[in-house]
Each structure stands twice: as C-alpha cells, then as structure tokens.
C-alpha cells in the first residue's frame, strides 16, 4: 500500500472548524488557502471548503446550516461527513489566535506534497525518457521544483514603521561620505545618478555593434568585483571565457589588445611587465564567468541560483548579450519580440529573487543609423517588446566616432555650426593621452532616479571606458554652450 503524501488532517480541522465560527478566520482562510491546500483519499476537507468558498462568492453567511444546505445542493453532504462531522469541526478550535499559523502548516504541508509528486515525476521522466541531454534535463528539474518552493514564499503587508527603519539604514549609507545604496559601478557621475546599481533592478545597456557595449559592461563588472568586494557573474554568450579575460587584461594593463592577441613577442619591457601585472590583478579579480554556448534562460537562472548558493552572496550579474538568450521553447511564443519579451521579465524576476541588479547588454535597431544625428534613443531597443517596461535603468551608448558622418543633416548654417563643434570637439580630444573617444552614456530610464548625459573617454586598443577630468568636463560643457547660443541668436 502506498504510503499517503504529507498533511496534517488536526490542522486542517481547526481551520474549517475557525471559519464555520470566525467571520476574521473565514476570510484570512478564504484569501490565503485554496481547496488543494486540504488533503485526503475521500477529499472531505477539500470538499467542506469548496462549498465555504462558494458562499462567500455568493455573498451568503457562512456557519454551520449554510455549509449544510450548500452540500446538500451539490449532493456532497454525504462525501463531506454529513451536520454532524461539520459540528464536530467547530468543537475541534482551540484558540483564534494562531490562524496564521495552522494556515503556514497546511501551505507547508501542501509544497511539501507538490515537491515530493514532482521528485516521483523526474525519476519518472528519468526511467521512461531517453536523455539526451543531462544539462538540460538537470535544468528543467531544478525549474520544476523551484517553482514549487517558491509557493512557500508568501509575502504579507509590512508596517510603514518597518519599512522606514529600513530607509533609516539606507540614508545612514547614503549619508557617508561617498556613500552608496546599490553596487558601486566604477564610475562616479554615473552612481550619481543610479546611487549604484540597486539590488533587484534590471539594468539594460544598449548599443549599436561595436561601439563598445560589451566593453563597457566588462569595465562595470571588474570595477564592481574591486571596488565592492563581492563575487560578479558574467555569462558570455558571444565570446568565450579566455577571449573575454584577454580583453580584461588588455583593459587592466592598457596595452593594445592586439598586441596581446599577437603574442609577447611584439612587446616592450615595459608592456609585458605591465602586462604580467594586469594577469594577476584580473586572476585574482571576483569575477565568474559562463561561456555556454547557447545558453538558455532556464540554464541562466539556474546556474545563477546555484553560484549565490555556493558563494553565499552576489554582487551582480552581467548577461551579454540579451539577443542570444533562448527560452528552448519556441513552439510557446508567437514571435521572437514576445519571447524577448518572456526573457527579460524573468531576468527581473531573478534580480528581485536572489537581491542583486542583472546588467543586461542588448542591441539597438538599425533605426538609430538613418536618424539625424544618429542618437540613440528607447524605441531602439531591438525586438525590444517589454525591454523597456521591465527595465528599472536603461543605459544607451552614443559614440560620434562611430560614424562617418556625425552632423546633423540640415542645410546651411546650421550644418556648419555643427561641424564647427564637432571641429573643437575633437581638438579638446587631442589633449587626452592614449587616443580616446568621446562616448556619451545616455541614462535614458531611472525609475527611482534622475535621467541624463555621463561623459566617458574610451580607449578603443585596450577596451577601457575612464571618467573624464573636471577641466576636461568643463572644456566641453563650453563648447556645447557655444553652440546653444549660436543656435539660439538665429
């Protein structure tokens, strides 16, 4: 005989028993528990709520008659144990005052029987599937029974005076000097405006190929492993591990990375003890990186929940890029924009669930290439279906030495006044050693924030994004007024 799955049958008395007698306990139970939270071979608790239930929908009082007349109805009276075993219910309540907690007995009860069911279906799947592939399989068990302990998770209505002890500790933070309430990006005009990436958030960092999105998603993840001391993950979905960890090198030592892919042989003394020194600063980095090629969602999240298990703690974790992700599961969604959709509602979800902000890289549309001015803004967001919705920061690059051409294309004056800014724009770049670019980081969503423009310098041989100097900021904001006025006196 099999052995029954786990419940408790005296908890479940005392709840129906409550809610035959209590108005407070009938509606606490009836918004908390459903009829698969009451087990049983004859189903009788299920039974006896279901017709409990159904009167409160119908607006009818709940007690002993009305339950009496509603099996009756439904022809279950008999099933349900009949007046005298709901008499028996209501002589079966010790105390009200510990609803809540016979209530968590049955929940826990009920994943406990959910988790158990979904073991035997696993081993099941085992014995009678062939596997072919066991990543995959693992991936999807792991799915399977963490949606089921998730169910456990209840979150109830916290106090305002709770919450704002939390704020307190927050504003303690932030009210140190340089203090910040999310993971410190590396770059201080950005944290600015973000007060660093925030646990739970979506950050979406956005270009067109090649102009350094990538780039500057490595620049973010090494400077928040140094600078926050906390374990970064990176899943490369474009590039392996050892390609990715050159560019960290190259971005670390600032050699050129094309020296470094063309061997020691083509170095100076210099480099190579540069670089022998940028080998054990991004070795000892807390960096983790997943190159999987093809990696899906699933494997994602799984893999991420894993790796916060084993280390205890999360800084961040870097998904590049967002369009290689796959669900698996085309066949479910209409179209790839309602599967990216899919795909970055969950890489939310994984920020809130596990407490840490997700950056995740994505591409932008050709549309910014025909635009005036080539800026880049969030419609462009590429199969971008609720990418922006989801997002809590939206990141776009704009780099002008990206195109050719990069006035805007007006006739007349107004080209030439452009062409004049860009002129001393880039002769304000000369003064900066290396062979910068200018790159704007548009901040174009902040839901908890303020939006704007952060100036970087990116040093394209070696892949590394600095913040400009204070006289370097001040040069250009002249020239941009320059131009504002010129504009405006015509």
């Known amino acids: 005989m099999a052995r029954p799955l786990p419940h408790n049958p005296n908890a479940e008395k005392t709840v129906l028993g409550a809610m035959l007698i209590d108005e407070v306990a009938l509606v606490t ?49 008999e099933n349900a144990g009949g ?16 609803m809540e907690f016979y209530i968590r007995i049955l929940q826990d009860q009920r994943v406990l029987r959910e988790l158990l069911s979904a073991i035997d279906g696993i081993r099941k799947d085992y014995d009678e599937e062939e596997i072919e592939d066991i990543t995959g399989f693992i991936a999807q068990a792991d799915a399977k029974i963490h949606e089921i302990t998730q169910k456990r998770r209840i979150s109830n209505f916290v106090s305002a005076q709770e919450v704002a002890n939390q704020v307190e500790l927050e504003l303690k933070i932030v009210f140190r000097p340089g203090g910040l309430t999310g993971l410190d990006t590396g770059y201080n005009h950005l944290n600015d405006y973000t007060h660093g990436f925030q646990k739970g958030e979506l950050v979406i960092l956005a270009a067109r190929p090649s102009v350094g999105k990538t780039a500057l998603a490595l620049n973010m993840a090494l400077q928040a492993a140094r600078r926050n001391n906390a374990p970064i993950a990176i899943f490369s979905l474009e590039m392996p ?29 210099a480099q190579k003890a540069a670089l022998g020194q940028a080998l054990k600063n991004v070795g000892s980095a807390n960096l983790y990186i997943d190159d999987s090629a093809g990696i899906k969602l699933i494997d994602i ?17 870097v998904v590049d890029y967002i369009g290689l992700v796959t669900t698996g599961d085309t066949k479910r969604f209409e179209s790839r924009q309602v ?18 902000p997700v950056l995740a890289v994505s591409q932008l549309s050709r549309a910014v290439e025909s635009r005036e001015g080539h800026y880049p803004q969030l419609s462009d967001l590429r199969d971008s279906g609720s990418i922006e919705q989801d997002a809590d920061v939206v990141l776009l690059i704009y780099r002008q030495a990206y195109y050719k051409d990069t006035g805007v294309v007006k006739p007349g004056r107004e080209k030439d006044k452009n062409e004049e ?53 001040k040069r250009l904001r002249e020239i941009r007024s320059e131009r504002m006025l010129g504009n405006a006196a015509d």
């Open 83 to 98: 007046v005298d075993y709901l008499m028996e219910l209501t002589q079966s309540v010790v105390s009200l005052s510990n």
């Open 29 to 77: 139970c009836v918004s908390s528990l459903t009829e698969n939270d009451f087990y049983g071979a004859t189903k009788r608790h299920a039974i006896i709520f279901q017709a409990m239930n159904s009167l409160v929908k119908k607006h009818i009082p709940v007690d002993i008659q009305t339950v009496a007349d509603e099996l009756l109805n439904s022809k279950d009276l």
């Open 241 to 269: 591990a050892t390609a990715l960890i050159k560019r960290l090198i190259a971005t670390d030592s600032g050699v050129d990375l094309d020296y470094i892919l063309k061997g020691t042989n083509f170095l100076k003394t």
């Open 421 to 473: 800014t860009r002129l001393k724009q880039e002769e304000l770049m000369k003064s900066v050693e290396g062979g910068a670019d200018l790159v704007e980081l548009n901040i174009a969503k902040n839901r908890n924030g303020k939006i704007g423009i952060v100036n970087l310098l990116f040093f394209k041989s070696y892949g590394r994004f600095d913040t400009p100097s204070d006289e370097f900021e």
């Open 301 to 317: 999240i799984a893999k991420a929940r894993l790796l916060k298990a084993r280390l205890g703690d999360l800084g961040m974790i």
């Open 339 to 356: 599967e990216v959709s899919y795909i970055s509602r969950q890489l939310k979800e994984l920020a809130r669930e596990l407490k840490v």
